[in-house]
Each structure stands twice: as structure tokens, then as C-alpha cells.
T-cell receptor, first 115, second 113 residues
Framework: NAGVTQTPKFRILKIGQSMTLQCAQDMNHNYMYWYRQDPGMGLKLIYYSVGAGITDKGEVPNGYNVSRSTTEDFPLRLELAAPSQTSVYFC??????????????FGPGTRLTVL | AQSVTQLDSQVPVFEEAPVELRCNYSSSVSVYLFWYVQYPNQGLQLLLKYLSGSTLVESINGFEAEFNKSQTSFHLRKPSVHISDTAEYFCAVTETGANNLFFGTGTRLTVIP
């Protein structure tokens, strides 16, 4: 099991560029999540998905889009990158709801800088 | 909405000394509580969690946390820390029926030789 994988590890974007952060899990988990981590701010939920074809907004969805065409993959799209999107992005997954007590498994993160 | 407060952003402690990392949450309903650890340049890993039953939960590497409903707290403790415990620790909460976790701002534990 590779667990949760993310690519790329690092990326520098210019203002206005777009990119897709890739996330994949091989644990057959239903739920997947995207968080951003800013210094001193903890993790904020961007989007999550409860299964293929179903996504929903989290706390900070503006400027991002997601899709979930398969159980395994949950890419995060940034359109028109802005300096405020400079952050570390983490993808995570759980078998079912975290409120069922399931553990979230995290990827290693993508460090994004927008200049 | 849920919120989690970790009052201490940084905690330096000497090796083999005890440590307590504080966590308070806001909720009037049933909650589930988690502590995650993040080692440098890595993703988060589950350290321990409280779902129900005994209010004292333990991890495999000597940490423990106690759920205190009256004080809405879930403080993390270790009686004797090691250099390898240097990391950032996040407290998180969710509630029945919720789809996601709410994280605190984290506490950076630095163990000094």
C-alpha cells in the first residue's frame, strides 16, 4: 500500500497561472479531503468528497475546484493563482465519515508558492 | 461550527522532562477528539483518539490524553519526552454526523537535549 500520494512535492507559480495538484489513494477509501496549511493557522478544509462523483465545499473553497471521477483520485485545481494561495496543501482520506471514528490518512503535502 | 483552541503555539522542554499540550474545544453535542502529529516535512499522522468509553486514551509511544467533558478539554501528556518527540501536534474535533475534522492551530514541541 502506497497510502495517499501527492504530486508534485513543490511548485512555484506566477500570478494568474493555473495548475492541478494530484492526489491518489490505494486504500479504497470513500472519503477524500483537501486541506491547506498556513503558518500558525492549522489546517483549513478546502473541499471534500464522500465518493466518486460527489464533492462539497469546506471552509475555504474560493479559488479552487475539485472533481472525483474515480474512487482513487481527487485532483485539486487552482485557476488564476494568487499570492494568497501560497501554502502547503495536504490531501487526506478515510474509509467512511470521521464522525464514525475513522482515522484520516494524510499525504506528504505539496508546497506551493505563488509569486 | 466547531472550534479548537490550542493556547500554546510553542513548547520547549528538556529531554526526559514531562510535557502537557493543551487543547480545548467548543461543543455542546457528542464529540470525537483526535491528536495528530506532524514530523518535519511530513504529513500528519494519527497519535491517538477518543471516541467513547474510558476517558483516558494512550498511544503506542507513551503519550496519553484525557477527555474532560465538563472542561471541554483533551490535553495531551507524556511523562518523559525524547528528542524524537520533536514535532508539531494538532488537536482536532468532529461531531456526530459531521463529514470533516476541525483542527486547532497546532503546538510545536521542541525537545532540548
Amino acid at each position: 500500500n502506497a497510502g495517499v500520494t501527492q504530486t508534485p512535492k513543490f511548485r512555484i507559480l506566477k500570478i494568474g497561472q493555473s495548475m492541478t495538484l494530484q492526489c491518489a489513494q490505494d486504500m479504497n477509501h470513500n472519503y477524500m479531503y483537501w486541506y491547506r496549511q498556513d503558518p500558525g493557522m492549522g489546517l483549513k478544509l478546502i473541499y471534500y468528497s464522500v465518493g466518486a462523483g460527489i464533492t462539497d465545499k469546506g471552509e475555504v473553497p474560493n479559488g479552487y475546484n475539485v472533481s472525483r471521477s474515480t474512487t482513487e483520485d481527487f485532483p485539486l485545481r487552482l485557476e488564476l493563482a494568487a499570492p494568497s494561495q501560497t501554502s502547503v496543501y495536504f490531501c487526506a482520506s478515510t474509509i467512511n465519515r470521521v464522525s464514525a471514528g475513522d482515522t484520516q490518512y494524510f499525504g506528504p503535502g505539496t508546497r506551493l508558492t505563488v509569486l | 461550527a466547531q472550534s479548537v483552541t490550542q493556547l500554546d503555539s510553542q513548547v520547549p522542554v528538556f529531554e526526559e522532562a514531562p510535557v502537557e499540550l493543551r487543547c480545548n474545544y467548543s461543543s455542546s453535542v457528542s464529540v470525537y477528539l483526535f491528536w495528530y502529529v506532524q514530523y518535519p516535512n511530513q504529513g500528519l499522522q494519527l497519535l491517538l483518539k477518543y471516541l467513547s468509553g474510558s476517558t483516558l486514551v494512550e498511544s503506542i509511544n507513551g503519550f496519553e490524553a484525557e477527555f474532560n467533558k465538563s472542561q471541554t478539554s483533551f490535553h495531551l501528556r507524556k511523562p518523559s519526552v525524547h528528542i524524537s518527540d520533536t514535532a508539531e501536534y494538532f488537536c482536532a474535533v468532529t461531531e456526530t454526523g459531521a463529514n470533516n475534522l476541525f483542527f486547532g492551530t497546532g503546538t510545536r514541541l521542541t525537545v532540548i537535549p
